[in-house]
């Protein structure tokens, strides 16, 4: 997934890569990668600014945050990255200031463009904050652990409260 600057053409450069899983280290208990990622694109020269344009697809293994179970979680995003030329400037952190483009926005080096960063940052900006196997997953019981997807408990979940809130079952209770 590096391009050398010097083989993109005045036209352009259409590529499709299929990058190795173990390329990305992602692999965690809770989120891994399954299939190898496959990238199709564009790169086009503006100047010494290079544009990548396409699109990426891949799937990982991640846990459910209800219920713990494992599921495969789809992944099929556009791909746009703005690379350019490293440039030393002696600018102190509280004077940089973030647009729209410099969140897309990657550099070079010695006339290659590397697209590892930019598509693994891409996966792991898709994956929700909470991941659900599905949106109506009932999660486990706060009793006996039991999926409640897979079945029915016989645990008493009325009268139980966690005795941090034990106060405000109070309050709720005044107010009936």
Do not use: W
């Not at 590529?15 to 173990?22: A, N, P, Q, R, T």
């Not at 991640?62 to 703005?82: G, M, W, Y």
């Amino acid at each position: 997934m590096i391009f050398d600057i010097a083989e993109i053409y005045e036209e352009g450069l259409d590529f499709e890569v299929l990058e190795s899983k173990k390329h990305f280290n992602l692999d965690s208990p809770d989120c891994a990668l399954i299939k190898d990622v496959k990238i199709t694109g564009r790169l086009e020269k503006t100047g010494r600014e290079i544009l990548c344009q396409g699109s990426l697809e891949t799937e990982l293994s991640v846990t459910c945050s209800r219920c713990l179970e494992n599921f495969n979680f789809a992944i099929q995003d556009k791909l746009r990255v703005h690379f350019i030329p490293r440039v030393e400037e002696d600018k102190s952190a509280n004077e940089l200031e973030l647009t729209e483009l410099d969140v897309e926005q990657e550099f070079y080096d010695e006339g290659r463009v590397n697209l590892y960063n930019p598509v693994r940052d891409l996966i792991l900006l898709n994956l929700p904050q909470v991941i659900l196997c599905r949106e109506d997953c009932a999660g486990l019981c706060p009793e006996c652990g039991t999926n409640l997807n897979e079945k029915n408990c016989d645990c008493n979940k009325e009268g139980s409260c966690d005795p941090r809130l034990a106060v405000l079952q109070q309050l709720k209770d005044k107010l009936k």
